[in-house]
Structures are given as structure tokens and as C-alpha cells.
């Protein structure tokens, strides 16, 4: 699972996190009825406190994406309400062809964002182009 939390950005953690699962449901990367990781190890790997990967669950549940089962785990539930639009859906086509080809460059996950800002960042600046 491909996740990124930009500390420096104005968007909180929680908040990253959540639009990054739904985006994972939404486009079939996270598969109905598949357990999500636990709290405390999706929190360790992402340098995050566990309080805020449980907002971002707790959200994802009022949302109606997942479902808590105690002890057994937070699970994508059966029928996702998410709706995908054709162009969310060629969105996260280009995204996941993005970070195939950093990977195969052999560029960071950080090191490619910033490539990606800096790519944005031009193109809101013609003349910097």
C-alpha cells in the first residue's frame, strides 16, 4: 500500500490519509471486504501518531467506505458508496504510472513528489517555463 503524508502541507495528516484510502476504494486498489492494516502499524510506518490514522478510519467509516469489527480489524465494506468518475478513474491511472516509473528510475517517494510540485508549480508560472 502506497502511502504518503506531506508534513508540510497545509492539508493535516488525517485528512491525507483518509483522501488517499477512499482514492485506494474508489479505484479498486483496495478490494471489497479487504482488511485495512491495523492502527498502530500503518501509524509506525507512516510516522504518524495512532490517534490519527483512527480519525482517518473513524471518517472513513462515518463515510460508509469501512467498517470496524472490534478486534478483528477495520475492513472495506462489500458496496462502497464511492462514486468514480472517468476522469478520478484516468487520474489514478496516471498517478500509479507515475510512481511505476520513479520506482524504476530509482527515485524516492519524496524525491519524486517534489518533481511532481515542481511540475505543477511551472505550469502555474508560464514564464518560469
Known sequence: MRIWIDEGARVPPYEQLRAQLRLMVSSGQLK???????????AAELGLAPGTVARAYRELE???????????????????PVAFSVV???????AESYAEQAEELGVDQPSAMMALEAAFASRANPRSR
Do not use: C, K, N, S
Not at 65 to 72: C, L, P, S, T
Not at 88 to 94: H, T
Open 32 to 42: 471489497p471486504r479487504e482488511r485495512l492494516p491495523p492502527i498502530r502499524t500503518l
Open 88 to 94: 478520478e478513474r484516468q487520474l489514478a491511472d496516471a
Open 62 to 80: 462515518w463515510e460508509g467506505i469501512v467498517e470496524g469489527r472490534g478486534r478483528a480489524g477495520t475492513f472495506v465494506v462489500d458496496e462502497p
